[in-house]
Structures are given as structure tokens and as C-alpha cells.
């Protein structure tokens, strides 16, 4: 099973940008990498997700390195709602979806 | 709101017995997925299914049990309840299965085993 690696834990100030970084050096070829994000007291929500080159959404961006072995999720300007447990996590064909520890954010006004 | 519903939001029961959870994926959505959340152990993936068909299994006990049914909504069962069982159940739906497609979350069900 494909696994990642994060810090447990992360702090930033509103309205500054905040680098999530996540290692999956076990990563394949075809192993797409996705990113949700859980609020408190709610479900997983999706917040972006590639494949080999960065990508970029209302939400955040995507920063894939060139060898595929680390990447790192950008907010450009963190706020208070955006205070969540980010999961990073490997998509391969098989259809499992292992969340692992997460970084849980907290943002500071 | 991700169009995923989960009923019931909250149940609680008692060891030894047996419950039923139900989600309804998002319009169009064909997979369902299920998660179990505990403290101590995390969000696990338990059940994956497509269009009525198992597709993958993960951490599931062999005490739980799910169904896809034709009209695409899913349940999952719960039998012979430990107070380890306590945990939010989360149903996920995606459009299709593989490794492009996201995954839409419910609410979720907090289940209390007293």
C-alpha cells in the first residue's frame, strides 16, 4: 500500500500563504496524489489533486516534485476557516484510499 | 454540502446489538465508499462499492457487512457491537471507479456503543 508521510502538525498566520509538505517516496508511476482536507465535526472534503505537474484551483495549488517523491499543497492566504487536518494521499488503481495521520492546521488571526 | 446524506446522524445503542447505516451517494455517482473514524485509529476505508458490485475491501470486520442497491444508495451493517465500534461512519460517492475520480464525503453517523 502506497503510503505518505507529514508533519502532525502545522501553524500559520491569517492571510499569509502556508506550504503543506508531504514525502511519498514509495510513490509509482501511476499513483495520482490527492489532497482533502476535514473541518472540524465534518466529512472529508476534496481540495485538489495531479498527477506529474503543478496544478491550480480556487482552493490551492499543487507544487508535485520532479521525481514524484514529495509534493507540497499551497493556501496563498490562509484564513481562520481553512484551520483543518490536511491529508495527502496516493490513488492507485486499486480503489483503496488510505488517509494516513494527516497535518492538522491551525491559523492564527 | 457535498450531496452525499447520511442517516441516521446519531445512534446509540447497546454491546451485542445490530444497526444499520444508509447513505445516498450524490445524483450520477455510481461508487460508494465507506470510513470508519475512531480516535485511536484514524479514518479506515472498510468497503468500496460500484454499481451494485464489490469493488475493494479494506479494514472491515468480518461482524460488518455493506450492499450497494439498484437504485445506488448503500447500507452497512453492524452486528454484535463491541464498545470499540464507537465511531463516525462516513459514506463517500465518486462518479466512477480508479484513481482520477474524487470522492464526494457525507456528513458522516456517529454511532455510540454504550
Known amino acids: 500500500d502506497a503510503k505518505t508521510t507529514q508533519p502532525n502538525s502545522m501553524e500559520s498566520n491569517e492571510e499569509e500563504p502556508v506550504h503543506l509538505p508531504c514525502n511519498h517516496s514509495?510513490?509509482?508511476?501511476?499513483?495520482?496524489i490527492h489532497w482533502y482536507r476535514q473541518l472540524p465535526s465534518q466529512g472529508p472534503e476534496y481540495v485538489i489533486h495531479?498527477?506529474?505537474s503543478n496544478v491550480n484551483n480556487r482552493m490551492a495549488s499543487l507544487a508535485i516534485a520532479e521525481d514524484r517523491k514529495s509534493s507540497t499543497l499551497i493556501l496563498h492566504r490562509a484564513t481562520l476557516r481553512d484551520a483543518a487536518v490536511y491529508y495527502c494521499i496516493l490513488r492507485d488503481n486499486f480503489n483503496k484510499f488510505y488517509f494516513g495521520s494527516g497535518t492538522k492546521l491551525n491559523v492564527k488571526p | 454540502d457535498s450531496g452525499v446524506t447520511q442517516t441516521p446522524k446519531h445512534l446509540i445503542t447497546a454491546t451485542g446489538q445490530r444497526v444499520t447505516l444508509r447513505c445516498s451517494p450524490r445524483s450520477g455517482d455510481l461508487s460508494v465508499y465507506w470510513y470508519q473514524q475512531s480516535l485511536d485509529q484514524g479514518l479506515q476505508f472498510l468497503i468500496q462499492?460500484?454499481?451494485?458490485?464489490?469493488?475493494a475491501k479494506g479494514n472491515i470486520l468480518e461482524r460488518f457487512s455493506a450492499q450497494q442497491f439498484p437504485d445506488l444508495h448503500s447500507e452497512l451493517n453492524l452486528s454484535s457491537l463491541e464498545l470499540g465500534d464507537s465511531a463516525l461512519y462516513f459514506c463517500?460517492?465518486?462518479?466512477?471507479?480508479?484513481?482520477?475520480?474524487?470522492?464526494?464525503f457525507g456528513p458522516g453517523t456517529r454511532l455510540t456503543v454504550l
Open positions: 463517500a460517492s465518486s462518479v466512477a471507479v480508479g484513481r482520477l475520480h474524487t470522492q464526494y
Open positions: 462499492y460500484y454499481n451494485g458490485e464489490e469493488r
Open positions: 514509495t510513490i509509482s508511476g501511476t499513483d495520482y
Open positions: 495531479g498527477l506529474t
